[in-house]
């Protein structure tokens, strides 16, 4: 059995008088204040190390998560588990590498990634009585290869844990252009059935490549099918007329879900893991965001960001919950720039450095593609600092286990370590080694690093673009210590630390 704190009386008595005595239990548990703390994960999509003015931005402000970052603790080496979606996603909810179950980006019509069968960190915090609920980009599949747009939608978030969702099924730039709460489309007209294809133009509807006219974004091919409110998106959607989301409005529906969300579970300990649309592509800011910055929509998608992150955590503090509330603020992965719309990220960057001293970006295995802005604030808890802890999402699993009292099984979260330490205190130590995901595999041991040889080549989309992917055809070896950006390659001069580490992630691989 993996380290953890013994359950407390408290859990048991709270499970003995669920039903009978639920009001007893919240006036008594709001006097003593020692329930378990409820848990917020914001996590911003393509957000990189250098984009907030809390980590050296200044052509952007981000005023409220600097605020949460001057009162909890600030991560300099935080990771997100890989340097794209899906798979820093499905290793954050089970504990697991992605690789594990070969976990890639995945296209709007894919079926759900994590088996309904295994644990999952909502599952998890269920055990402790905690109420579970995502609002947000989901981006890990739905069904089982057969999904019903027009009916159940499922299996989907309910199954592997969570009781309440609201999503966008995989990212803004991909069909269906749909919310779906909990197992159904918002707003679906029966008389007006939706169908996706990621493979033929099933609709009549306008596409990209031949009206450039209605595009408010112009975009690369792939970008370029089926129009939704003026952008053109990844794959073919046909039908739905009335369910189309507006992309403007993604802050204020879906911080609006949160609050209500908070609002309705606010006296059982409840996760909720908020994963924000922005500031992926397309980034289409609402209008009270444009021109915030001078860098076009994707510093206004910043600021848009950091706004919402505002007006949840207002909300918190306004009804006495960040008393008791981890907040766990991070992204899924670094930053890009041009990521398939003419959005004027390249042109308007400026002196702006998105994944700040690190090179690399999104899809890198340098340090830019999983090396994150981390915060974390828990009122009484956390002591304030800035932490240099090797840190990865992949342990919120186990650490959170820890912070709620729950044991895990042997097979459960297997690459999840409990850090619960680190994450609350600045001066813990955190990891000694982890692997970074990203077209290949990296190695981290404190300051080295090692980058196995990437077996596929770089895929197309990626080779044209002006990102340092980091992969190489040979193991590559950095010190971070005095090679931040990963520009001196040692491994000749080090054959035989290359050779251990080579070894090293071979066991891990293994295990
Ligand atoms: C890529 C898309 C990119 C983005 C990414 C997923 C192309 C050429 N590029 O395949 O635009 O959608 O997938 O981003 O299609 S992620 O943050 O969800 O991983
Ligand atoms: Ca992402």
Redesign the pocket.
């Known amino acids: 059995m993996k380290m953890f704190k013994k359950t407390s009386l408290t859990i048991l008595l709270t499970t003995f008088c669920f039903s009978a005595c639920s009001e007893t239990k919240h006036l008594e548990k709001t006097a003593t204040n020692n329930k378990s703390p409820n848990i917020v994960i914001f996590y911003v999509?393509?957000l990189g190390y250098g984009d907030l003015s809390s980590y050296g931005a200044t052509s952007v402000s981000t005023p409220n998560i600097d605020k949460l970052a001057n009162k909890g603790i600030k991560f300099t080496d935080a990771h997100s588990p890989a340097a794209?979606?899906?798979p820093s996603r499905y290793s954050l909810l089970t504990g697991k590498y992605a690789f594990r179950n070969k976990a890639a980006?995945l296209p709007g019509d894919a079926p759900l990634i994590i088996d309904p069968n295994i644990e999952t960190l909502p599952k998890m915090l269920k055990k402790a009585s905690y109420t579970t609920g995502v609002v947000g980009k989901w981006?890990l599949g739905l069904g089982n290869g057969d999904v019903n747009w027009n009916g159940q939608v499922k299996p989907g978030p309910l199954e592997i844990g969570f009781d309440y969702s609201f999503l966008i099924p995989a990212?803004g730039?991909r069909v269906p252009t749909v919310y779906l709460e909990n197992h159904q489309i918002v707003n679906l007209d029966p008389n007006d059935p939706i169908a996706i294809s990621y493979a033929e133009n099933i609709s009549d509807r306008p596409i990209g490549t031949e009206n450039p006219q209605l595009l408010k974004q112009q975009a690369?091919t792939?970008?370029s099918a089926t129009i939704i409110n003026g952008i053109s998106r990844?794959g073919w959607m046909s039908g739905g007329k009335s369910a189309e989301w507006v992309d403007e409005e993604f802050p204020d529906v879906l911080t609006g879900k949160a609050i209500d969300f908070i609002q309705e579970n606010k006296h059982s300990p409840f996760l909720l893991y908020f994963p924000f649309h922005d500031i992926?592509?397309p980034r289409i800011p609402n209008p009270r965001f444009v021109g915030q910055t001078e860098m076009g929509p994707r510093g206004d998608a910043i600021v848009q960001m950091d706004w919402m992150t505002g007006k949840i955590l207002n909300f918190l503090e306004a009804n006495g919950l960040m008393e008791n509330t981890l907040v766990i603020f991070s992204s899924?992965?670094g930053p890009v720039l041009d990521?398939?719309y003419e959005d004027k990220a390249v042109e308007l960057v400026g002196n702006h450095k998105p994944a700040g001293p690190y090179s690399g970006g999104?899809y890198s295995a340098l340090e830019g593609g999983t090396r994150v802005p981390m915060i974390t604030y828990l009122k009484n808890r956390t002591k304030q600092g800035v932490s240099n802890a090797m840190m990865t999402h992949i342990d919120l699993y186990a650490s959170l286990a820890a912070l709620a009292g729950v044991e895990l099984a042997d097979a459960e979260a297997v690459d999840s370590d409990n850090v619960l330490d680190a994450l609350l205190d600045p001066n813990a130590e955190g990891r000694t080694e982890m692997l970074e995901e990203s077209f290949t595999l990296s190695l981290r041991q404190k300051q080295w690093k090692y980058i196995a040889p990437a077996k596929n080549s770089t895929p197309n989309?990626l080779a044209n673009k002006d990102v340092r992917t980091g992969l190489q055809t040979k193991g590559q070896l950095y010190n971070l210590a005095d090679d931040t950006g990963e520009m001196n390659n040692l491994a000749q001069r080090y054959p035989e630390r290359l050779a251990a580490m080579e070894k090293r992630m071979q066991e891990i691989i293994n295990q």
């Open positions: 999509d393509d794209t979606c899906t980006i981006h990212t730039d690369d792939q970008h990844i992926h592509v899924d992965n990521d398939g999104k989309w």
